[in-house]
């Protein structure tokens, strides 16, 4: 059994280097993951070089740590960032160098922490970061997020088993969703992901001007910019080079028009937002604006979300996923954005990426505002789709045409 998992692990990190951030020779790989994951850090180096890396650059973190510091750490020292980190991303991002994530966290370990350090603490680094993730929000650079298995992660996924199986079994999930238990994985996934970008070249084709959602707790317009861009499955650098920026991803989205959601959205799956959960929530929008909301657990965490800057209360994202993907198939509940997101239709709180709009990563700041993209520090999904979520596609003249019906898509491709 341990041969079978080194082989599928060493899979996993030849679809990541080929498919997620596609390294080219002479490329640098900037690789953030967990210290637990370090096997599969060893791995990923190993195909980078194979496929021409120039060096590669591990960045470890580590949950202890990062919960050591709220236990110990002087009160008034959260609103600090270290320079460095931030200054080195940026000149990884303006290099178009490749920048791979790792996710793997414990869902709960800041729990008991002061909401105002986290605060705080997510503030500072948003702020710090900003010149990084505008980077990334322009493609300048090839990124992909994936997740790891780790004891934190999987404790919480798979509490009900004995501990000894909760780590290979969330392994075993990720596995299977991201297409490595197939005969080609690489193969497999150019497939998946061709088949999202035809589902984009549609939505584009149709330009709609709004998206109408129907679901119980669900009665929401998402107003759509003028010449809005669909895209799923992989992005591009301005050299041309092909990434794809999650694995797994099962979504196609866009943008919505920031002056331009109307209605109430209740939220389908809970919210893993910075070591807390945040459960049974909904919002109400006026011209764009949230101007109610509540939750049943985490209230406070969001509240304090919602109040990083003018932007924070408007949406930046809209993404669709039918309800047959992998992730939902699973019935699993993973408590991870990444995952979490590709299981339901989502939509995210926050900076609209600039590719998102046609010409939007030449515009000015004044001008992509004015086009309806929204800016923030922030940029964070939230689930709220399900079986038996119905979307229409807006047309211009006010006409209707179904997108989704029960959960699942409306049109072939």
Known sequence: MENDFETRLQKYAELVIKVGVNIHPGQELVLRIPIEAAPLARKLAIEAYKAGAKFVNVFYGDDEQTLI????????SFDYFPEWYANAMVHFAE?????????????????????ELISAARKVTAKKMRPFFDLLSKDYAPWTVIAASVPGWANKVFAHLPEAERVPALWDAIFKICRV???????????????????????????YVA?????????????????????GGYGKTPKGNAFTANIPTE????????????????????????????????????EGKIVEMHAGKGEEILKKLLETDAGAVRLGEVALVPQSSPIAQTGILFYSTLYDENASCHLALGRAYRT???????????EFAAAGGNDSLIHVDFMMGSAEMDIDGILPDGGAEPIFRQGEWAFEV
């Open 69 to 76: 510091r709220y236990q110990y750490a002087p009160r008034d």
């Open 251 to 286: 979504e196609i989205f866009t943008l919505p028009h920031k002056d331009k959601v109307n209605g109430t959205v209740q939220a389908t799956l809970p919210l893993s937002l910075h070591g807390n959960l945040v459960e049974d929530f909904w919002f109400r929008f006026e």
């Open 95 to 115: 290099n178009s160098d490749a920048i791979l994530s790792v996710y793997a966290s414990d869902p709960d370990l800041l729990k008991d922490q002061d909401p």
């Open 356 to 366: 998102s709009l046609k010409g939007g990563e030449e515009m000015s700041d004044a």
């Open 211 to 231: 998206l109408k959602y129907t679901a119980p707790g669900t009665d929401l317009t998402v107003g759509l910019p003028q010449n809005h861009v669909w895209t």
């Open 181 to 207: 238990d197939t005969a080609d994985p690489v193969k497999a996934w150019r497939k998946h992901t061709e088949n999202l970008a035809q589902r984009s070249a549609y939505m584009n084709e149709k330009q």
